[in-house]
Structure formats: C-alpha cells, structure tokens
C-alpha cells in the first residue's frame, strides 16, 4: 500500500433552503396576522439541516475514510453541501474567490438563490462594492433588464447611498412591524415614500410584494391582489421572469383566502409554474427546491401540472441516474428532479424522501431506476445492508442498462463499506458486460473504480483510469464532476511529489474555473 492520501475537494451547496428575504413564502402566514412563525419568514429564515445517520461505515483500509465512494470522488463526513445559512454562505464565496475559484462559486450562488438574494438585501447598501456583493448581483441579473437588476440597484447605493439607507431603514421597520404587531400602517406609509425616493424597479417590485403581504394578513385581499398585479406588471417589462413566477404564485395563494378576485387561483397558479419554467430552462440553474415544494403545496384541487413542468425538468430528474420512459408521469419527474437536486447537494436523506415520492408514480423500469437512486441515497447514509436489498430486484432485471447500473450501485456501496474486492469486483462486472452500451451514470462507476485503484496501491493504473473518466466528464461537458476529479488528481500529485505534473494539473482547474463562468 502506498504512502496514504487525503482526497479534497469543494462540493456545490443544496439549493433545498428556506425562502429569501424578497422572495416571501405565501402559504399558511398569510391567514392570519397572529401566525406564529411569520418572523422567521420575514427574516429569511434557513431551514435547519436535517440529523444525519448516526451509524458509520466501518472501513478497513484508513486511507479510504477520506473517499465517498459513489462517483462523486468526495470526501466522507459533513458533506459541504449541507444546508446553510446567510453567514456560512458567505463565507464559503468568500473562499471560492479568494481562490479564484469562479465557476465553483457560481455554482455556489446559483444553487442557493434564496440564500445568495437574502445576502444580498442584508449588504446591499452596507457594503454595495464588495466584491461577493458585486459577483452575487452579477449572477442574480442574468436574464433581467438593466433598469430592474440587483447590479443597478447596488449602483444606486453607491450613487446615492442616502436613499438607499433610507430605503433599507423603512424596509426593515415595515417587515419587523409585521413580523411583531401583525400590521405595519405607519411604516407602510413610510416604506412607500422611501422607495420613490431610491427609484429603481427592483425596489419598487420588493416594495410592492411586501406590502400586499400586509394586505394579506389584515385580511383585504383584493387590495393584496392588486398590489401583487402591478409588481408583475413592472417585473414583466424588465424581464425578471423568476420574479414573475414567485409574484404570481403569490397571486394563487393569496387567492386561496379571497372571496373574490380578479384571477382564479388555478390560472394564477399555472401561470407562475409556466414562468418558473421559462426561466429555468432560460439559465439552465439547478431546481429551486423550495419554489416547486411551495407550488405542489399550493396547487389548487383538480388542476395537473402544465407540460412546461415535465419539459423543463426532464434533464434534472435524469441526472440522478436514472434512464425513464418518455411517457413518465409529470410528478415522477418532478420528485425525480427534486430528489437529484438534494442528492448532488449533499442531503441524501431529504433526496430518498423524493424519491420514494416519485416511485408513486412509476411503473416497470421506471420504478427500478429509482430503486437504484434511493438505494444510493441510503449508501451515503451508511445504511449498507438496506441498500443492497433495495438492489436484489433491480440486479435481476431482464434490462441490461438496469442490472448493469444496479451491480456498479452495489459495487460502489461495498467499497465505501471497506469491502474493496467485493466492491472491485462488481463495478469491474458491470462495466465489462456494458462495454458496449451505456447508463446515466456509468462514468460515475469508472470513476469510483479509479478511487478504489488509488486505495489499493495501484497508482499508475488509477491515475490512467481517472484521466480517462475525465475525459468522459469532458465529453459531456460535466464541468462538475470534471473539477472534482482533477481537485482529487491534484491532491494525489502533491502527495506523490510530482511537481510537473501537478502544475499542469493546477493550470488546468485554472483555466477550467475562469472559462466556465461567463455573465
């Protein structure tokens, strides 16, 4: 066995957070002003992280506690994608930067869009040139107009920093007022005056969205509902189509409470899944776990999810693996998508909960891919033995893609049990047999058996291994999973004291973190 090495790497954060201080949950704080956890909605409040399994895969071989084996070539422990808040977040963009690591720390942005706006109405006027103030508003005013972007308004707090901190003044007394007394009457007034005077549409467009919060729990909500209107009005002609889509669901909700109004709550509700949907497949960012949790919830009885839903989450609900019929059911690809999201950031458990969700709307193959998906959840969780019983029916199907990616499952769940010639032996067995077809993730299992090379002393073979799946990352413009493996190349050369090789390794991940991001 060779000299034992630490494989590090910088995971993408959960995009499964709580709501945004602009982008305000309407859901059951809206009935009524004394709800008692409307403070924490007003403030942004972060979802906790949920308790992680308590028991541990017991490994043999010391050096493969620093791997998780399940081709994602991280490192085992608190994963860096749990759930954060405003604070850690910002200190890992911090980081990033400092490293010019730009592409991982857009990454980090775009997966933590609550969180990243959250940041960004708590420092906006405080410290407006910043530069993780600047790379978040970049980031967050793609796709909108100039006028109505988060880049115009850090400008006018640099302009005019007065009315800007006359702005952040009101905006806070109005929500506090709301969050403590249930009514802000005084403040509104106030809140008002102080968005004219700043000017700029985003301002207004927040403004106007919190204000028909208020409406909404002094029970007039009509009044909420107009207000709401214009907010979509303003935000439309500027282009903030994501903002648009949370307006609009807004619009569904609070039509839920009203007597009357002027759009049904179902057409409210479609169209903001329809917007939603436009501008993800717009910036082809990772699912907003919360907006697509929050519309299931407030779906009107009796009305389907639009094509648009199926269509623009097709190729998130594939990447946790599994290969469905085109027929699938709009909700298994929904919870699919869902599931995947929370997987690759880092929250196995909330992902397995998904999962079993979309296993209610599966049939045949498609009910044996997400077998195969869950049990990779419950492998990260160290539940070994339940994994591979998930596994039995799937090893024995008559479809070659689903027993072959099910055996590599298996595989790679062994190794990160310690059980390397088990583990070895299955991801070699179902690569050999599928030599000539592929599965969604079969560079996942080449992957995890160029790890379990390196583990066992093979370096020479692993690194040819490793350079290969890379390759493969590089083909389908995985630029993800392409600086993982490089990151985990990198620390081996140091380690193995091959400077040349290590520096052309460095300049690669370089270059890779620079070209990736373009605004």
Same mark, same amino acid.
């Given at each position: 066995?060779?000299?034992?090495?630490?494989?590090?790497? +910088?995971?993408?954060?959960?995009?499964? $957070?709580?709501?945004? +201080?602009?982008?305000?949950?309407?859901?059951?704080?809206?009935?009524?002003?004394?709800?008692?956890?409307?403070?924490?909605?007003?403030?942004?409040?972060?979802?906790?992280?949920?308790?992680?399994?308590?028991?541990?895969?017991?490994?043999?071989?010391?050096?493969?506690?620093?791997?998780?084996?399940?081709?994602?070539?991280?490192?085992?422990?608190?994963?860096?994608?749990?759930?954060?808040?405003?604070?850690?977040?910002? =200190?890992?963009?911090?980081?990033?930067?400092?490293? *010019?690591?730009?592409?991982?720390?857009?990454? $980090?942005?775009?997966?933590?869009?609550?969180?990243?706006?959250?940041?960004?109405?708590?420092?906006? +006027?405080?410290?407006?040139?910043?530069?993780?103030?600047?790379?978040?508003?970049?980031?967050?005013? *793609?796709?909108?107009?100039?006028?109505?972007?988060?880049?115009?308004? $850090?400008?006018?707090?640099?302009?005019?920093?007065?009315?800007?901190?006359?702005?952040?003044? #009101?905006?806070?007394?109005?929500?506090?007022?709301?969050?403590?007394?249930?009514?802000?009457?005084?403040?509104?007034?106030?809140?008002?005056?102080?968005?004219?005077?700043?000017?700029?549409? $985003?301002?207004?467009?927040?403004?106007?969205?919190?204000?028909?919060?208020?409406?909404?729990?002094?029970?007039?909500?009509?009044?909420?509902?107009?207000?709401?209107?214009? #907010?979509?009005?303003?935000?439309?002609?500027?282009?903030?189509?994501?903002?648009?889509?949370?307006?609009?669901?807004?619009?569904?909700?609070?039509?839920?409470?009203?007597?009357?109004?002027?759009?049904?709550?179902?057409?409210?509700?479609?169209?903001?899944?329809?917007?939603?949907?436009?501008?993800?497949?717009?910036?082809?960012?990772?699912?907003?776990?919360?907006?697509?949790?929050? =519309?299931?919830?407030?779906?009107?009885?009796?009305?389907?999810?639009?094509?648009?839903?199926?269509?623009?989450?097709?190729?998130?609900?594939?990447?946790?693996?599994?290969?469905?019929?085109?027929?699938?059911?709009?909700?298994?690809?929904?919870?699919?998508?869902?599931?995947?999201?929370?997987?690759?950031?880092?929250?196995?458990?909330?992902?397995?909960?998904?999962?079993?969700?979309?296993?209610?709307?599966?049939?045949?193959?498609?009910?044996?891919?997400?077998?195969?998906?869950?049990?990779? +959840?419950?492998?990260?969780?160290?539940?070994?033995?339940? #994994?591979?019983?998930?596994?039995?029916?799937?090893?024995?199907?008559?479809?070659?893609?689903?027993?072959?990616?099910?055996?590599?499952?298996?595989?790679?769940?062994?190794? *990160?049990?310690?059980?390397?010639?088990?583990?070895?032996?299955?991801?070699?067995?179902?690569?050999?047999?599928?030599?000539?077809?592929?599965?969604?993730?079969?560079?996942?299992?080449?992957?995890?058996?160029?790890?379990?090379?390196?583990?066992?002393?093979?370096?020479?073979?692993?690194?040819?291994?490793?350079?290969?799946?890379?390759?493969?990352?590089?083909?389908?413009?995985?630029?993800?999973?392409?600086?993982?493996?490089?990151?985990?190349?990198?620390?081996?050369?140091?380690?193995?004291?091959?400077?040349?090789?290590?520096?052309?390794? *460095?300049?690669?991940?370089?270059?890779?973190?620079?070209?990736?991001?373009?605004?």
């Amino acid at each position: 066995m060779k000299q034992a090495f630490s494989l590090q790497v +910088c995971c993408l954060i959960s995009t499964l $957070l709580a709501c945004g +201080c602009s982008v305000v949950q309407w859901s059951d704080p809206l009935t009524a002003a004394r709800v008692r956890n409307f403070d924490g909605l007003l403030q942004g409040e972060q979802s906790k992280t949920d308790p992680k399994s308590s028991s541990e895969p017991q490994i043999a071989n010391p050096p493969a506690k620093t791997i998780r084996f399940d081709g994602q070539e991280t490192v085992l422990g608190i994963s860096e994608d749990s759930q954060i808040d405003a604070e850690q977040f910002f =200190a890992r963009l911090t980081d990033h930067l400092s490293q *010019q690591k730009y592409f991982t720390a857009k990454q $980090l942005v775009e997966r933590n869009t609550d969180t990243a706006e959250s940041v960004l109405w708590q420092r906006w +006027c405080l410290e407006p040139n910043a530069a993780q103030i600047r790379f978040i508003g970049k980031i967050l005013s *793609q796709n909108v107009s100039a006028d109505a972007s988060w880049t115009a308004m $850090l400008d006018a707090a640099v302009n005019n920093p007065l009315a800007a901190k006359k702005y952040r003044t #009101a905006r806070n007394a109005f929500r506090s007022a709301l969050s403590s007394n249930g009514s802000a009457h005084g403040e509104a007034e106030q809140f008002r005056t102080a968005s004219q005077e700043l000017n700029q549409k $985003l301002a207004v467009v927040d403004t106007l969205h919190l204000l028909a919060i208020g409406e909404s729990i002094a029970q007039r909500h009509v009044w909420a509902e107009s207000l709401l209107l214009q #907010a979509i009005e303003i935000a439309e002609q500027n282009q903030d189509t994501l903002r648009v889509a949370e307006l609009w669901l807004a619009v569904a909700t609070n039509g839920l409470h009203a007597e009357s109004g002027s759009t049904s709550p179902a057409d409210a509700w479609k169209t903001a899944v329809v917007k939603h949907c436009e501008a993800q497949i717009a910036s082809g960012r990772s699912p907003n776990v919360r907006f697509w949790t929050s =519309a299931d919830q407030h779906r009107p009885e009796g009305v389907a999810w639009p094509n648009e839903a199926r269509q623009a989450l097709w190729s998130f609900a594939t990447k946790s693996g599994c290969e469905f019929k085109n027929d699938a059911p709009a909700e298994l690809v929904i919870w699919s998508a869902i599931g995947s999201a929370q997987q690759s950031s880092g929250n196995p458990q909330l992902a397995l909960v998904n999962f079993k969700k979309a296993e209610r709307f599966a049939a045949g193959d498609n009910t044996l891919w997400l077998r195969i998906a869950q049990s990779e +959840c419950l492998a990260t969780l160290g539940q070994i033995h339940a #994994a591979a019983a998930l596994l039995s029916e799937p090893m024995a199907s008559e479809n070659a893609a689903v027993a072959s990616a099910a055996n590599a499952t298996l595989g790679s769940a062994k190794l *990160q049990a310690g059980a390397f010639q088990q583990g070895m032996h299955l991801l070699n067995k179902a690569l050999i047999e599928s030599a000539t077809r592929t599965w969604p993730k079969k560079p996942s299992a080449e992957a995890d058996l160029a790890l379990a090379k390196l583990i066992v002393g093979e370096t020479d073979e692993g690194l040819k291994s490793l350079h290969a799946v890379q390759q493969s990352f590089l083909n389908d413009k995985d630029l993800v999973a392409l600086l993982q493996s490089l990151e985990n190349e990198k620390r081996l050369l140091e380690l193995e004291k091959k400077p040349v090789e290590l520096q052309a390794v *460095q300049q690669r991940i370089v270059q890779l973190e620079t070209s990736g991001v373009s605004f």
